[in-house]
């Protein structure tokens, strides 16, 4: 935070009024359900982004990232998408979406800092996003709940910059609680903190360093499956999502639906009830249902609804293989991206030297990241 202070005030030529900080995610299980209307299990992680805000005399908004040294500018009055505005575009979206509702009338700088990996899936652009909302919503005293504002963050994505992203990343960054998941149904927004007790266990994130070059066409077409299945399903039995639906019913329909379509949809069904079990697991901390869960989360991404990748597989057989691990799954969009393995710490150095041969069969370095639940947005300077 001292760091992004002194950048702050060396671009500025003067101090922040606020800085805020919003942490990444990685979904432990429930993955292609939310825009479903589905269950998911997240949590935030301890890498956080973090914004600061001051005031300016005039229309202008400036953007500058200490990590990249990057500047950006535009006005109040000419907030637009612009795709060489990169990072930029997420704090630009968030100040439009607040423009619109009266909240904002004047000029502000913006610095900005993190260390959640970027382009891997553990929710940069949320954090980013929610950071920004919270500063702004905290300096200018903005009377606006914390669901409300992951709302507006992610009317940032999906309206100005245009991915059509569901509400789980925004709203675990801002509502996370440390030392615990949240169990969050997307259609009512009903959630739940749920206390991690996992002693010796620890929490492995594996980036596989995989370009995710497919993930904006695929999830795109995997939405559409999905959205022709409920179409076809409802000549049968009422239901606005697959979240109606059992997989009673998709076995029932067979010469209804297309055949991979029908497949594709089944994961969705089944994995909203891997997450209430997932949910049940956790409460009475039995970690070995738990991480088979996971391992039966990542067979059916694997085979139903076909978006993991070589890489991913590889990852998680090895840490399959490895004693002390309770369970491991890809987790995010897929195509590449990380993986999410529940390991005992002591069997970690096994795990790590299982992936020596990674980068000479796949060309990608692999990284390990050791993350802990962590709280959702908070001021950490005013």
Not at 175 to 184: C, D, P
Not at 205 to 224: A, H, K, M
Not at 293 to 302: A, G, I, K, T, Y
Not at 322 to 337: E, K, N, P
Request: glycine share 8%; aromatic share 8%; net charge neutral.
């Amino acid at each position: 935070m001292d760091d992004l202070i002194r950048s702050h005030e060396e671009e500025y030529g003067q101090g922040p009024d606020i800085v805020a900080q919003a942490p990444g995610r990685v979904n432990l299980i429930g993955e292609h359900t939310d825009y479903n209307e589905g269950f998911v299990l997240p949590m935030a992680i301890d890498y956080y982004i973090q914004v600061a805000v001051s005031r300016r005399k005039d229309q202008h908004l400036r953007f500058y990232s200490a990590d990249f040294k990057d500047r950006k500018r535009t006005s109040l009055s000419n907030l637009r998408y612009k795709k060489e505005d990169r990072w930029a575009n997420y704090l630009k979206g968030v100040i439009s979406v607040l423009q619109t509702r009266g909240y904002i009338t004047g000029g502000l700088s913006f610095s900005v800092s993190g260390n959640v990996p970027v382009g891997v899936g553990l929710s940069s652009s949320a954090a980013l996003e929610v950071a920004t909302a919270y500063a702004v919503q905290k300096l200018l005293k903005i009377d606006i709940t914390g669901p409300e504002l992951a709302r507006l963050a992610q009317e940032a994505e999906n309206s100005f910059v245009g991915v059509q992203c569901g509400i789980m990343d925004q709203f675990v960054s801002r509502m996370a609680k440390a030392g615990s998941a949240m169990f969050i149904d997307t259609r009512s927004m009903e959630y739940r903190h749920i206390p991690i007790s996992l002693h010796s266990v620890k929490i492995l994130i594996t980036n596989s360093s995989v370009p995710r070059s497919l993930v904006d066409s695929e999830y795109n077409q995997r939405r559409g499956e999905c959205e022709k299945c409920v179409g076809l399903l409802n000549t049968r039995k009422p239901g606005r999502s697959l979240r109606d639906y059992t997989a009673e019913d998709l076995r029932d329909s067979l010469g209804l639906i297309p055949e991979t379509t029908r497949k594709r949809c089944l994961h969705v069904v089944e994995e909203n009830e891997r997450v209430r079990d997932a949910e049940a697991s956790l409460r009475r901390n039995d970690i070995g249902s738990f991480g088979k869960l996971m391992n039966r989360s990542h067979e059916s991404l694997r085979d139903q609804y076909e978006v993991s990748c070589p890489e991913l597989d590889w990852l998680v057989k090895r840490a399959w293989e490895t004693d002390g691990v309770y369970g491991s799954r890809m987790t995010g969009a897929g195509f590449g991206g990380c993986t999410v393995t529940l390991i005992e710490e002591k069997a970690i150095p096994k795990y790590e030297a299982r992936l020596e041969v990674y980068e000479r069969i796949f060309s990608f370095k692999p990284e390990v990241f050791l993350v802990h639940p962590a709280d959702g947005a908070q001021i950490i300077f005013e």
